[in-house]
């Protein structure tokens, strides 16, 4: 298969997918308040259903929270999704999670995920940043099951900490995946 035949293929995939999955201009763009209250109760079911995220978030000097993002694929694949950044009550910008991937992959999903920043290093290259690619700048873990197991608040060492959650329709994927996090409203 030539690399057009690919590219039109994935196009036309993309096209079809994005009505289904909401992934649209529509559904990409809401409102700060929209943001505010799906990232508040985003964080507040996260804090119910992982013990350690809520132990986390009690030491977090900060937590940037994007309670939905959507992404499809077909050998290409994008996501999208926009959070907030908050410092304890205080709201400190808003975001946006924009993801590309190529590889081995096909469906659809949704899913939500928080940074805990634990150092004001981390915050300050959040704050500085053009846009935060995901593996460069604060040292990352993501945290999983079994990482979440041997977790206290003395072992918490590195700069942030990623919980995904809420993962909801099908991706098969075996891809390169990149995250890039830009400011986008005050």
């Not at 996260?46 to 050998?75: E, H, Q």
């Not at 290409?76 to 410092?87: I, M």
């Amino acid at each position: 298969m030539r690399i057009r035949d690919v590219f039109l293929a994935t196009s036309l995939c993309l096209a079809v997918m994005m009505p289904v999955t909401g992934f649209n201009h529509a559904s990409a763009s809401p409102t700060t308040e929209d943001i505010n209250r799906d990232s508040a109760a985003a964080l507040q079911m996260l804090y119910r259903n992982n013990p350690a995220a809520a132990s986390i978030g009690k030491s977090a000097k900060a937590v940037l929270i994007f309670p939905n993002i959507v992404k499809a694929g077909f050998v290409f694949g994008a996501g999208y999704g926009e959070g907030e950044l908050k410092q304890g009550t205080k709201i400190d910008g808003y975001y946006n999670s924009f993801s590309a991937s190529w590889g081995l992959q096909i469906g659809a999903q949704s899913y939500g995920y928080a940074v805990f920043l634990m150092t004001e290093n981390a915050i300050n290259y959040v704050h500085r940043s053009q846009g935060w690619e995901i593996g460069t700048g604060p040292t990352i873990v993501v945290v999983n099951e079994g990482v979440a197991k041997n977790l206290t608040t003395s072992t918490l060492k590195d700069d942030a900490y990623a919980f995904i959650f809420d993962q909801q329709g099908l991706m098969a994927d075996l891809s390169i995946e990149g995250t890039k996090i830009s400011r986008v409203r005050n």
